[in-house]
Structure formats: C-alpha cells, structure tokens
C-alpha cells in the first residue's frame, strides 16, 4: 500500500532528528515492517547523493541556481547509511523468528485459525503443523481445543475462545495469551529456555509445573497450579508471589487487591453463575430487563468458519468467584432460556481432572418438548448423564472430573437466543 503524505513526512522528520524518542522508536518499528516505507527512503537516499554531487561540482564553477532540499544535504546523504541499518535490522528480526522456539500442533477439535508473524491469514492448523514464534493460534468456538508439544515433557493446550501468540524472548520460551484458557505440563531439559506467558495483567514464569490460566481482555488473570509450582508477576506493580502445587492467585490490574497465593478450595457439587453480581463470569451481549425476565444475556455471533456463525454464550465457574465443581452422577443442568425458533440448542460442558489438567468437552443437543413453545421463556434441566463426549477417545462419562464452563448454542441469528439463569444441580438424596 502506497505511503500517505503524512507518512511520507514523518519519515523525513526521522531522518533530519525532528523526532521525539517516542516517535522515532515508532518509526524504527514502522520501518522494520514496512516494505514500502523502507522503498521510499531508498528513494530520498539516491536523491540525496545526487543533491551532494551538484553541490560539489558546484564549487569548481560559475555559480548555478541548483534545487535545494529543505533538509541538509549531510543529513540527507547519511539516509543511505540509515537504510542499510535498518534493513539489517530487519533481516535480523525475520532471521529471529526463524531461529526462534517451534511448537507441534500434535491434536486438536473444533475450528482454530492461523495468523502467519506477517499477519497474513494461513490455513488452519492441524496435527503434524509447526507454530513458530511471531505466529498467532486462535481456537474460535467454545468446543475447540489445540494441544501443542514443546518437547519431550512439555505441552500446552488453547481450549474455549482464546488466542495464543508465540513471542521472542531472550530467557524464555515465551507467549502471549490475549484471552481465554491455557492449560500447560512444563518440564524444562537442562539446559533449555524456562516458560513464560504474558497475559493483560501478568507474566507467569516456570520450569516445571503442571497449571492452567484463565484470561479475559485487560480485567484478570486466576492462575491455578495442580503441581510444582510459578512465579507470577503483576504488571501494573511488578509485585510478585510465588504459587506453590494446589494453590491459586486472582491478578488484577487494580493494586487495591493484594496479590497473595491462596490454597485452591475443596469442591462443592452444586453452583449458580450469579450473572448480576459476576458479569466476568459470562460471554453475551447484556440486554435491558423486560417484565418477564430482570437478567436477558443475549448469545453472541461468533464467526467459525468460512461463511459459517453460530450464537453463543458462556459461563465461567471460576470467574463467578465459586470453589471447583465436581460433577457427580446425578447432578443436572438447569437453564432459563428464551428462543424465538423450534430450532434445537446446544449445551456443553468443559472439565479438567480433580487437582490436574484439562480433562475433555461434552455437549448435547436441546429440542422438541424440552425447548417448549417459541419465544417463551422456559426452564430446560439437563442430566451430566445425557451429555457426550466430542473426542472418542474420552470417558463416555463426565462424572468425577471437575465443571470448569458452560456453553449455550443456537446456529440460527432467528433465535434470538437469550439465557437468564444458569445453576448446576446437585443430585438428590438416594441417588
């Protein structure tokens, strides 16, 4: 794409030192990434050699009317100089990247997109495919999952919505989780680069442990560790604690909540999101109460695919504030809904093992009587022992692992799906 005039002269204002550090440490960047802004120096730098030889040869004769520059010839001489230096520098980064530590894609479900260290859209990951540093993963529906081999001993795995950004760091095996859930096994070799993810408020740093992050855009960070233990920083302070096997730690921006490590809760067998009094714990477009409903979460669009959106939202036990969950045989699903179609919607569930790591999804499809009549609110109960696994090579059975979320899916815009309750059931007495 061709520079603007503004550009044009924000780079010509770099070259005479008319910048601030500020802006000429943007320019620098904007340089190194930008093939046409580099084309356009190049330009000046010929133009000013030329300029030089006119006003050298003018010396040696009559005086001439020679075109000048507005900027100094000197310094417009060295651009040729500040060109070759930057586009060192340039090569050095893409060499960088390169050389930089790789991840296997070694399984994944559900749609995922690849962002190339260029930005350019790539075709989507699958098992056997490199991610390199500078790349982006992004797993775009509530049901996908990437798992990523490190080395011998260590995986992580990008479940939910989330993005992951694979970045260059001198001491670390580094990443940048802008959102969502990483799950992760560290096992450092000797010898070998520590792990560390970045996240809107933290830097998580490791050798070995086993532990999971959840992350929303710039609000918090809950770091729970199943075994060996992390060092977690608040970047907002820099305050640091250490989170030992079988605790956690909530990171927020605010320095108002003091950044400790605390034991993870035992678990409970039931639990109610609490939309109103948590709306951290929720994904969905909030819509003004009505006479019949004082909570309304309208299911988001959410783009999956090539010319392919489904309506979701989502609940976070863990964000709602709650101890685990554990799912017993039993237990149940209760959801107050509204849908506008006889179309069918969809639940599902993610779980991790009690005191591990992620543990699988299940899902299972709401419709006919259960949904009632369209456009009528009802209240839909669903048992842990309808729901099935989407990977074959999972227990049919979710009972004994942990709820971590919820998800509700319509695939028609028409339903105009809203949800107003969420809770999870304990089993009754006798079961």
Known sequence: MALNEEQQAQ????????LSPAEASGVAQFLKEDAEARAFLRGVAEQAVVVADVERLAQHREPAKVVRPVFSPVKWAV????????AGSFLFTVQSVNQGHTAEVIAIHGPNQHLGADGVTR?????????????????????????????????????????????????????????????????TPEGAKPFSVLT???????????????????????????????????????????????HQTIISMSQRRALA?????????????????????????????????????????????????????????RSSGSPPVMIEKGSRFRIRLTTKTADPVYVGITTKKHRGGFFGKYTEKVEGDQLGQAGKTRVIEVPVSDFVPLDKSLSPSSVGTELTDIWVVSPKESAELEIHKVEFVAREVGQ
């Not at 783009?303 to 979701?312: D, P």
Request: aromatic share 6%.
């Open 200 to 246: 809107e408020t933290a830097r998580i740093n490791t050798s070995n442990a086993q532990f999971d992050i959840e992350t929303k855009f710039q609000e918090i960070s809950v770091v729970s560790v199943d075994s060996g233990s992390v060092t977690t920083e608040r970047l907002s302070d820099g305050s640091q604690v250490e989170v030992a096997a079988d």
């Open 123 to 187: 075709p989507e990951l699958a098992p056997g495919a490199m991610l390199r540093v500078g790349e982006k993963l992004r797993t775009l529906s509530s049901r996908s999952w990437v798992r990523l081999k490190l080395n011998e001993g260590s995986y992580v795995m990008l479940t939910g919505r989330s993005s992951l950004r694979m970045i260059r760091d001198e001491s670390h095996r580094a990443f940048l989780l802008r959102y969502g859930n990483l799950w992760a096994t560290i096992s």
């Open 261 to 317: 490590a605390r034991r993870q809760p035992e678990p409970v067998n039931q639990w109610n999101c609490k939309m109103l009094s948590s709306p951290e714990a929720v994904f969905g477009k909030w819509l003004a109460p009505n006479a019949n409903n004082a909570v309304r979460l309208n299911a988001t669009p959410l783009l999956i695919g090539k010319n392919k959106t489904i309506y979701a939202a989502n609940f976070s036990v």
């Open 11 to 18: 780079l010509l204002q770099h070259l005479n030192g008319e």
């Open 79 to 86: 651009a040729a100089a500040i060109i070759l230096v930057l």
